[in-house]
């Protein structure tokens, strides 16, 4: 019996030893389950603050995408402007040639033989607020208006006879317009690259111009081409004295352009125009690149019948821009010196 128990305990001793080791030795379970815990904990911040400074360096910013304007296709379900009309101008602007707003003012001339003055237009009835004189200029024939950061450039490019040697732009500081009744000019002299003919042709010549827009310290112009119906783009730097405009691109207007607004927000450029039986027309340009702007998308909005000597366009808002129109009275047409709102939403995804 002795014998059968020595022998029983010879071989259960290591068993029970081995068990008792078991035991004793340290529990990784917790160690485990804190650790998959912990990758849960971090996923769940992905994309939240958290309270350590993360390194400049290595955190990425993400880039703002611009959605780009794109010119609807015509069609019966979309595509037509609507052109209303605000209320009749005042005698004394009766020959509204251009429009900028400005600093939340609206601004507009007279064209060829109106005083040296740029006029403050109510946009609730119409009436004159303000009027600023440019002392040391003289209107020969004004017909644009521009503006950059700090100045406003009245253009007397009016060029009829295509004959003008003494082209110029006047360029003012801005902030004059909302200070004082009067101001002095700085003066553009400029000539045309291409013009090599000045001899007089009323309205059968390619060197008048009523429209222009002000971008990246350039002023940029659009030709009234009454002998061929297009337009030609010209450049010119801000600064004053002697310059030649630069001939860069023409487009195929079928009209004569006598204003131009561009929209830096959404890159839409508007000329307006009309045809020689007084329809009233607007080109929408977009998704140029810098200042190629006749080598992106083009697009002739889709107005309702209107006729008009239309003079002047600025933009109001995205895809709202106001026109105003001369008086004008010939043969059977009478019409008053009117300011338009133009909704163009319609003609844009």
């Known amino acids: 019996m002795k014998k059968q128990l020595s022998l029983l305990l010879t071989f259960v001793m290591p068993l029970l030893l081995i068990n008792c080791s078991a035991k004793s030795q340290p529990q990784h379970r917790p160690t485990q389950n804190h650790t998959i815990s912990t990758t849960t904990n971090n996923q769940e911040l992905l ?21 780009r304007p794109v010119p609807r296709q015509h069609s019966s ?34 064209d060829s033989g109106g005083e040296a003055k740029l006029y403050q237009i109510s946009e609730q009835n119409g009436r ?33 006879r295509g004959n003008r040697r003494d082209l110029k732009i006047y360029k003012i500081p801005r902030g004059d317009l909302k200070a004082k009744n009067s101001t002095r000019a700085e003066t553009i002299h400029f000539s045309y690259s ?18 222009m827009v002000a971008n990246n310290g350039k002023l940029y112009l659009f030709s ?24 860069k691109s023409t487009f195929n207007i079928n009209g004569l352009v006598t204003d131009a607004s561009l929209n830096k927000e959404l890159d839409i450029l508007l000329l307006s125009s009309y045809s020689p039986l007084l329809s ?27 006729q008009a000597q239309i003079e002047g366009i600025t933009f109001i808002d995205n895809y709202k821009a106001y026109l105003s ?25």
């Open 47 to 67: 994309g939240r603050r958290i309270n350590a400074t993360p390194q400049r360096e290595t955190v990425t910013q993400p880039i703002k995408e611009v959605k």
């Open 77 to 110: 379900a979309y595509g037509t402007s609507n052109l209303s009309k605000r209320f009749k101008l005042p005698n004394s602007i009766n020959e509204s040639s251009a429009l900028i707003k400005i600093d939340g003012k609206l601004w507009t001339l007279n």
């Open 128 to 160: 004159i607020v303000k009027t600023v004189t440019i002392k040391n200029a003289h209107n020969k024939d004004w017909e644009s208006l521009a503006f950059d950061e700090n100045y406003v450039y009245i253009g007397d490019t009016g060029n009829n």
């Open 194 to 211: 291409d013009q090599k003919d000045f001899s007089s042709k009323p309205q059968k010549n390619n060197f008048d111009c009523e429209a």
């Open 224 to 247: 009234k081409n009454w002998q061929d119906q297009k337009t030609r783009l010209y450049e010119l730097s801000t600064t004053v004295g002697k310059q030649v405009a630069r001939y």
């Open 280 to 306: 009233v027309n607007v080109w929408a340009f977009t998704n140029y690149n810098g200042d190629t702007f006749f080598n992106g998308a083009s697009k002739k909005l889709t107005l309702k019948a209107t």
């Open 325 to 349: 129109s001369e008086s004008f009275s010939k043969y059977i047409f009478s019409f008053d010196a009117t300011l338009y709102l133009l909704d163009f939403s319609k003609e844009f995804n």
